[in-house]
């Protein structure tokens, strides 16, 4: 069963502007991660928040956990053409060893 | 290039016919995961192995597919009488132990049942 449910699906915008996906997620977790995907490939790990924590920055890419209203969103700033990608949260729940992925959302960086 | 590696990358196959994957982990990471990804989906858990111990098994996996790892180094997803559903990517992930940690995945084997 998928615990998360990222928003939008899909998200189209020019090279240069800011990209913001969210994801909702179910049940209490131990952290929350976010995966980048090229079409066709494996997922490259991007950046993991616990969840006693509140924001966490990465090069160009913000995140944010609100475990009150059990989401997370996810900001690429200063989007490049090679920011093309699906972008997937996964929840790591009580037991610490399997992750419980979105559908993801699919990223379109116009040049 | 000392990451996780899948062979073979892609596998065309008729129905009925058994087929088997092969995952090499990073190798100072002692768990190993195997999903299961079909188009416009995030991967769905298969199982996972702590070293050589198979610790937990997803409804998912039915008893056509079988997984070992037996030295806890490389592992092989096995799937038995392959039918059309089972037409996916086949992902390969390992990690270090411990809460908290980030999956490393291979590039993913996609299978195709005729």
């Known amino acids: 069963s998928q615990q998360g449910e990222e928003d939008p699906q899909a998200l189209s915008i020019q090279e240069g502007e800011n990209a913001t996906m969210n994801c909702s997620y179910k049940?209490?977790?131990?952290?929350l991660q976010w995966y980048r995907q090229n079409s066709g490939r494996g997922l490259v790990h991007l950046i993991l928040?616990?969840?006693n924590e509140r924001e966490k920055h990465s090069g160009r890419l913000r995140v944010t956990l609100d475990t009150s209203k059990k989401s997370s969103s996810l900001l690429i700033t200063a989007s490049r053409a090679a920011d093309t990608a699906s972008y997937f949260c996964?929840?790591?729940?009580?037991?610490?060893?399997?992750?419980?992925w979105g559908a993801g959302t699919k990223l379109i960086i116009k040049p | 290039d000392t990451g996780v590696s899948q062979d073979p990358r892609h596998k065309i196959t008729k129905r009925g016919q058994n087929v088997t994957f092969r995952c090499d982990p990073i190798?100072?990471?002692?768990?190993l995961y195997w999903y299961r990804q079909t188009l416009g989906q995030g991967p769905e858990f298969l199982t996972y192995?702590?070293?050589?111990?198979?610790?937990?098994k997803s409804r998912l996996l039915s008893d056509r597919f079988s997984a070992e790892r037996p030295k806890g180094s490389f592992s092989t997803l096995e799937i038995q009488r392959t039918e059309q559903g089972d037409s996916a990517m086949y992902l390969c992930?390992?990690?270090?132990?411990?809460?908290?940690?980030?999956?490393?995945f291979g590039p993913g084997t996609r299978l195709t049942v005729l």
């Open positions: 992930a390992s990690s270090l132990a411990g809460p908290g940690v980030a999956q490393y």
């Open positions: 192995f702590q070293n050589e111990a198979q610790l937990e």
């Open positions: 049940t209490s977790i131990n952290n």
């Open positions: 996964a929840t790591d729940l009580d037991s610490n060893y399997q992750l419980i």
């Open positions: 928040i616990r969840s």
């Open positions: 190798s100072e990471h002692n768990r």
